[in-house]
């Protein structure tokens, strides 16, 4: 696609239930990444994806969130019990590179998809 | 522990101003620095940054890093009603792929 395509764009979710959010990537972008931002706060890191290889997570805040990326594209983030703290704007990003040993450049760069807020009622 | 600190947090001034935003930081093994713009939605990418005293340019925009005292600035002449957004500051450590974020700094441009 054109762009990196999250959905859905809002969700509400009720305290204890567990939701799916859904990234689509530039078409042949290795690299996948989910941030989590919260109101009036820069995005954090929560994991990375190297085609289907998830090998960084040490962003996600607990055991409750789980990411996958089974066939190298589509990414879905999961949040199992919703808790009011996961309120947030949750954006996916993805680049073209996969390695990270050459000096960087184009290929390095992060495109964001427009975002899921999150509210947990 | 990676770190980013930009100023000012907010940031009100009146079109055709010029503004300098500011963006320090503390990474280990420093590969990139990264500017982006945030409206209400997608960040969009403005600059990468990767050597000292090389400015970067597109239009009114521009961007240079001081990799010795560790900060970068981004500079907005003329400004517009348009470049009213968010703008992210984020750098990436050796060895790693993630972006670590500062706070953002709010422009406002009145008309």
């Known amino acids: 696609g054109a762009g990196v395509s999250q959905s859905p764009r809002y969700k509400v979710a009720k305290r204890g239930q567990d939701v799916a959010l859904r990234c689509d990537p530039i078409?042949?972008?290795?690299?996948l990444f989910w941030y989590q931002q919260a109101l009036g706060q820069g995005p954090e890191f929560l994991t990375y994806?190297?085609?289907?290889?998830?090998?960084?997570k040490s962003g996600l805040p607990s055991d409750r969130f789980f990411a996958e990326r089974p066939e190298g594209s589509v990414s879905t983030l999961k949040i199992q019990r919703t808790q009011q703290e996961d309120s947030a704007v949750y954006l996916c990003?993805?680049?073209?590179?996969?390695?990270?040993?050459?000096?960087?450049?184009?290929?390095?760069?992060?495109?964001f998809g427009a975002g899921t807020r999150l509210s947990v009622l | 522990e990676d770190k980013v600190v930009q100023s000012p947090l907010s940031l009100v001034v009146h079109e055709g101003d010029t503004v300098t935003l500011n963006c320090s930081y503390e990474?280990?093994?420093?590969?990139?620095l990264l500017w982006y713009k945030q409206e209400k939605k997608a960040p969009t990418f403005l600059f990468m940054l990767?050597?000292?005293?090389i400015e970067k340019k597109s239009g009114r925009l521009s961007s240079i890093l001081d990799k010795k005292e560790l900060f970068s600035i981004l500079n907005i002449t003329a400004t517009q009603t348009g470049d009213s957004a968010v703008y992210l500051c984020?750098?990436?450590?050796?060895?790693?792929?993630?972006?670590?974020f500062g706070q953002g700094t709010r422009l406002t441009i009145n008309p």
């Open positions: 990003a993805s680049s073209l590179s996969g390695t990270s040993g050459q000096r960087p450049g184009a290929k390095n760069i992060q495109y």
């Open positions: 078409s042949g972008h290795v690299s």
């Open positions: 994806f190297q085609n289907e290889a998830q090998l960084d």
């Open positions: 990474v280990t093994n420093f590969r990139s």
């Open positions: 990767t050597s000292s005293g």
């Open positions: 984020a750098v990436v450590g050796q060895g790693a792929q993630k972006l670590v």
